[in-house]
């Protein structure tokens, strides 16, 4: 199954998360593969690279890295400038052709996108786009700061627009620096968003504890024992 990640804006979390999420899925004993299929500001796959570690997987070959990582750009900017600067353009068949063939070699497959929704990838399409062609459901990553209630809500209402399942939402608490403003604006966004499971994500250093993991696994399970019971099986 594909499940794909985006945030509310870029530097939000979005790697660090997805690597969360992969431990989670892989404690309830599936074969689990992350995918960065867009990464800019690099010469390599520099956020996949960052997920096997995090997770303590053996890094890609150089075939398993052209489905993982089929888009690679130097230039830090959103998708399309950053390819067009190298004279290329992104096609989104490509992705989800890709992105199919790894469903089909695992359990579970966790998309990493580039910056927020509406990140043009195209001169014509956007993150939110690419989502809509996969039409999986999605994880929101959002951010314990000031601020986050309106970037979160406005996220939150665009994928409900498109008809995109939001599984749930992964609060990074990295950014907290008001307990008060973290707590409240969480509640705000759950009530106001129709947000019922969430993930708190605090500051990681090194490998992913694995405390958080085994909290990643219970969101997973309280997600998707109701809705999806045969991903659990």
Known sequence: MIFFVTGTDTGIGKTLATAVLA???SLLGKKVITQKPIQTGA????D?????KLTGMSLDSPELLKLTSPYVFKFPAAPELAARLENQEIDLLQIKKCTE???RRYDVVLVEGAGGLYVPIT??????????LLMCPVFLVSAARLGT?????LSIQALKQKGIFIAGLIYNLYFSGDDV???ESLEDIKRLGEIEHVLLMPKVEGEIPEDLALSAKKFLEDIFKPKFPELLS
């Open 43 to 46: 010469d390599y796959p520099e």
């Open 181 to 183: 403003i973290s707590r």
């Open 149 to 153: 209630i309106n970037h979160t809500l």
């Open 48 to 52: 996949l690279t960052l997920h096997r």
């Open 123 to 132: 001169r014509e399409e956007t993150m939110l786009d690419l989502i809509s």
């Open 23 to 25: 431990k989670g899925f």
């Open 101 to 103: 063939e790894l469903d």
